[in-house]
């Protein structure tokens, strides 16, 4: 229900809804347009339908609060809690990165005007509330950032998250669109259940996850849509998927590192951009949540050397795991 302010649903988040909806249809001068031509040749509805149930992300005795994109009708569904868990690891990885991995490197004074680390106690507390949500809804903690109501010290995270976190929507809902514009539904409508074999719906992803990355590009050099933005959205957003369960590989769905890597060289970076520290930041905050063991610690001449080592760490782990499920048939 309208909540005071004429904003609909009951979390932090809901002062961020309208500028959701204008950020995924102002993405570049001709998206609505564009828009409207899939909808009509695919029969599907422009609307994105929003929930604001409090209810955990999994689990959920109506289903899972995951975005969604329907068979029948085409329609994008998005709710309230895992807006909420979006906001928080936008939040979180941009702390980490800006506290733990560009700071040291470039040893400046934080712009925030806090010594160097000062906001990486909460930077973690409030990635390990939005995880909490995945499992288990509770209210936001009222001493944690966020978008709503917040101290004026949190003032420069909080800000520069809300563009993160909308950018991150943006993807997100992308994504759910290339479903449509790809033609998955109409694919997976032919199969029984609407299901179709694992290869296929892997296949799908990966398509999804270009056809998304590439929407977005579009919008770049569009006001507040430059590269960094539109990329650590893309990161942030495709992160927030990644993190709702800790297997690096899925019968169903790409590798992890695999999509992340595969969304970065999308934007073909040099590798000294920001962006591979960011996709640092979401390795790190996913060691944090899943304690995977992996090491973080020396220098390295580029972010992008930093991702290429972690990524290394990966590759082993996902071979060791191989090899065990081999062992065991």
Known sequence: MP??????GTQPVRVLEHNVLAWFEGKYPDFRSELE???KKFGTTRAIKYFCDEAPILGHQEGNMTPYITIDGGQIGIHETFLSYVW???YAFLVIFDEKIHGPQTRKQPAHGKPLGYFLSKGYAVLDYGLSLITEFRKWPPDLPNPEIYKSEDRYFVERTNAI???AVDFILCHELAHIACGHLEKQALHRGGNGTSLEIKEFEYEA???ALDCVSKGIQQPQRSLTAVGFGAVAGLGSLLFLNRDLTSRTHPDKNDRIRNVLSGLSLDDYHSLWGIAAAFYIAWD?????GLHFSGEYETYRALVRAIDSQLESKKREKQERRIGLD
Do not use: C, E, T, V
């Open 165 to 167: 976190y909308l950018a």
């Open 88 to 90: 928080g690891l936008s």
């Open 209 to 211: 996850d270009k056809w």
């Open 3 to 8: 909540s005071d302010g004429g904003f609909m």
């Open 288 to 292: 944090h949540r899943f304690s995977a």
């Open 37 to 39: 031509d899939i909808g």
